[in-house]
């Protein structure tokens, strides 16, 4: 199975902030690569796919990027409503896995 | 306007059996495959499997495989999660989610539309 890591697990930011968060898959993935954000209780939503490609109805501060084993999704300017939790997805291979997700909390 | 409903979730002691179901609108249901992904209470997302937009072929996480089958009925527009031998690990929300493929230097599938999830709870 293709292992996700993400990093950070949890990060203190402030409105303004650029943010960026990484994911590492254990081979090569191409470009199979997906990031959602989900906030609690709610179900996740698709941010970017195929590593760079921004999702209809996403900000433009939301950027994805990378390709191969390293990929980095970059939010440029941090909003109130971007305070969630983001995960990566491989959709390389099945099984499918996720990063362990990455907590973006108010500092 | 693209809906997933999942639905069956609830509590049950362990060893026991549950269907959920997934009912979808707003698309032709038959042309997608539908994964199930599932989260532990304060956890991460993890994915269980998928079935094709035909049923022809499914796949499954190895924590599910052999209890945990997936199946769907395009005239009702509804995907299956029968899970059976259920241990209290299983306890998570469930959710279904919709497969969409784009084309850039292959094909890469990502999950465009999720429903808002069932609770299951495994506790004696």
């Known amino acids: 199975d293709i292992q996700m890591t993400q990093s950070p697990s949890s990060l203190s930011a402030s409105v303004g902030d650029r943010v960026i968060i990484t994911c590492r898959a254990s081979q090569t993935i191409s470009n199979s690569l997906n990031w959602y954000q989900q906030k609690p209780g709610k179900a996740p939503s698709l941010l970017i796919f195929?590593?760079?490609h921004l999702e209809s109805g996403v900000p433009s501060r939301f950027s994805g990027g990378g390709s191969g084993t390293d990929f980095a999704l970059t939010i440029s300017s941090l909003q109130p409503e971007d305070f969630a939790t983001y995960y990566c997805?491989?959709?390389?291979?099945?099984?499918?896995?996720f990063g362990q997700g990455t907590k973006l909390e108010i500092k | 306007q693209v809906h997933l409903v999942e639905s069956g979730g609830g509590v049950v002691q362990p060893g026991t059996s549950l269907r959920l179901s997934c009912a979808a609108s707003?698309?032709?249901?038959?042309?997608?495959?539908i994964h199930w992904v599932r989260q532990a209470p304060g956890k991460g997302l993890e994915w269980l499997a998928v079935?094709?937009?035909?049923?022809?072929?499914?796949d499954y996480a190895d924590s599910v495989k052999g209890r945990f089958t997936v199946s769907r009925d395009n005239s009702k527009s509804i995907v299956y999660l029968q899970m059976n031998s259920l241990r209290a690990e299983d306890t998570a929300v469930y959710y279904c989610?919709?497969?969409?493929?784009?084309?850039?230097?292959?094909?890469?599938?990502?999950?465009?539309?999720w429903g808002q999830g069932t609770l299951v709870t495994v506790s004696s």
């Open positions: 707003g698309f032709t249901f038959s042309n997608y495959g």
């Open positions: 989610a919709r497969d969409q493929v784009t084309m850039t230097v292959a094909p890469s599938p990502y999950f465009d539309y």
């Open positions: 997805h491989q959709s390389y291979s099945t099984p499918n896995t």
């Open positions: 079935i094709w937009f035909d049923g022809s072929n499914r």
């Open positions: 195929a590593a760079s």
